[in-house]
Every structure is written in structure tokens, then in C-alpha cells.
């Protein structure tokens, strides 16, 4: 089985290997701030996705320098890079100053694009203007957090939008600016999921018209409510074999121009409590290669 990767995606784009660099913008979120609740996503921990980014208090710049010298260490060509806004909702806030840590991104050595994450339900028209108008200078992803399309499930991680509001804002994006590349992150495993939900979450956002998806499965992090319902026993998370499977069904519905951006996700080991087998990703994505993808590695 074959799938468009975001690697050739990227080498066909820019020429070469790209290496994304998670950096903190030092934003908040609506379901955290008080204003659409203030305890996140059910599965988020305190530090939001962002628990491999460098210190929110180094300016984008120092965050981006860093993360290449870690880099560089590894691989000694000059390679180019994606500046990826990660941590929380990153068009939420003081969009002024946003903007100009997206530029001050942009600025840097040898990047080649900018990814923002957020929200449907947070990205004014004013900061979409600002964002299209990057397009000019650079390689622009919007990466939307949707997760599924089941509305029951959205409530119960308490995701604080509805899937028209999802549609609405990647319909926004594409008028905004084509060249936006717009990717969906979606989670398999959530509780009272089966097969068909999730393949249906899959296909909204098909038909929704985005760009690329990224896949992960529901892991338990320490300190989350997600934690407390897994231990009292109210959810099983997937084993990896049920994951594998509802990958390869996933990856049969999409079309071969969607980007697949990621195949599977991985929480900090420090404080994942489960699914454990995902606690080593270089193993998980060997074996997808081995039993989903056909690749012997």
C-alpha cells in the first residue's frame, strides 16, 4: 500500500529533506482562558501538545536556533526547515504580535515555510488576511485540530467547536489564500468509537477539501481527565494491531494528491500511562512500514 508521505511532498516542494522545528509562541487556549472553559482538551496536558518544544521564554528565534543546533548534530549537510507554531492555539492572542513572531520565523537561516496550529474557531479574518499575505514571502501551513467528526465524541473531549465551524474555516483559508496547505489532525481511539465512526471522521474531512491529515492514536497522559476516566476502567485506548488496522482502512479512502503528514503520534514517556507500545515511535513506525506500508526495514 502506498500514500503520499509529507517527506516526498516536501522534497518535490523545496529539493530537499525538510526538518520541522516545534517552537512556543506562548499562546493559551479558549477551552482554557475562561472563555469556552478552563480546563482544555479531556487528552491535553498542561503543557498542550507543545512537550517536546524548547522554552516558550527564548524569543522564536533562540527556540529555532536551538532546535537546529540538536539537528545538526545528527545531520551534517545544510538542510532546510519548517518553523512549527505547536503549542496550544497559535492565531489566539494578540495577533499584532503573532504576526511578528510568524515573520521573525520566517527571517531565519534556512527556513522554508511556517506551520501554525490552532483552531477552526479561532481564526479571525483579520489574522487569516495577515497569514494569506505570508504566502508571498513563504511556504504557509494551517494545521486545524478537528480530531472527529462524531459531535458525541467532540463533546466528551470537550473540543469546544462544531464541525461546521470546521468546514466553515478550511473553506475560509482556501479563499483566503490557495496556496495555504491546510492539514486536519484526526485521533483514533477515542472512547465509544467504532470503525465506522472513524472512518466517517476521515471522510468529513475529505470532503471538507483539506490538504493533508495527520493520524494519531488516543494515548493517557499523567495529570489529564482523560487519565481519571482510564483508570476508573470507563474506556479501553487500542492495541497496536486495532490501530495498524483502522491505518490501513484510513489510508485506503484517501485519494493519492492528500498529504499524509503523520502516521501515529507519541506522548512524552515521562508521562504517558497508555497505550505503552507507543512509547517507542521508531519501533511503531517500522512496523507500520513492515505490515501496513509493505516496506521491509
Not at 15 to 35: E, H, L, M, Q, W
Not at 45 to 62: H, M, R, T
Not at 182 to 193: C, Q, R
Request: a positive charge.
Amino acid at each position: 500500500m502506498s500514500y503520499y508521505s509529507v517527506g516526498e511532498f516536501y522534497k518535490e516542494k523545496f529539493g530537499s529533506k525538510v526538518y520541522k522545528i516545534a517552537i512556543d509562541a506562548g499562546c493559551t487556549c479558549p477551552t482554557r482562558d475562561g472563555t469556552k472553559g478552563n480546563k482544555g482538551c479531556i487528552f491535553c496536558s498542561a503543557n498542550g501538545s507543545g512537550d517536546f518544544v524548547p522554552s516558550k521564554k527564548l524569543s522564536i528565534s533562540e527556540q529555532i536556533k536551538q532546535a537546529k543546533e540538536i539537528i545538526q548534530k545528527k545531520v551534517k549537510k545544510e538542510i532546510k526547515y519548517i518553523a512549527y507554531f505547536q503549542n496550544f492555539t497559535n492565531t489566539y492572542g494578540d495577533e499584532k504580535l503573532l504576526v511578528q513572531k510568524y515573520n521573525e520565523a520566517i527571517n531565519c537561516e534556512n527556513v522554508c515555510g511556517i506551520s501554525i496550529a490552532t483552531r477552526p474557531d479561532c481564526i479571525s479574518s483579520s489574522i487569516l488576511k495577515e497569514i494569506a499575505a505570508l504566502c508571498k514571502k513563504t511556504f504557509v501551513t494551517i494545521e486545524l485540530g478537528f480530531q472527529t467528526s462524531k459531535e458525541e465524541s467532540a463533546d466528551y473531549i470537550r473540543r469546544g467547536f462544531s464541525n461546521q465551524e470546521y468546514l466553515e474555516a478550511v473553506k475560509r483559508i482556501h479563499q483566503a489564500d490557495s496556496r495555504i496547505h491546510v492539514v486536519t489532525h484526526l485521533i483514533f481511539g477515542l472512547p465509544g468509537e467504532n470503525h465506522d465512526d472513524m472512518m466517517n471522521s476521515v471522510k468529513f474531512c475529505l470532503n471538507a477539501k483539506t490538504d493533508g491529515i495527520k493520524f494519531t492514536v488516543l494515548y493517557v497522559l499523567k495529570g489529564t481527565d482523560l487519565e481519571k476516566d482510564y483508570q476508573a476502567g470507563k474506556f479501553d485506548v487500542l492495541e497496536m494491531d486495532e490501530y495498524f488496522a483502522l491505518l490501513k482502512s484510513a489510508l485506503e479512502l484517501i485519494p493519492p494528491k492528500i498529504v499524509i503528514h503523520r502516521l501515529t503520534g507519541d506522548g512524552p514517556k515521562k508521562l504517558l500511562i497508555a497505550p505503552m507500545w507507543t512509547a517507542n515511535k521508531k519501533n511503531v513506525l517500522n512496523a507500520i512500514n513492515n505490515s501496513i506500508i509493505g516496506i521491509q526495514v
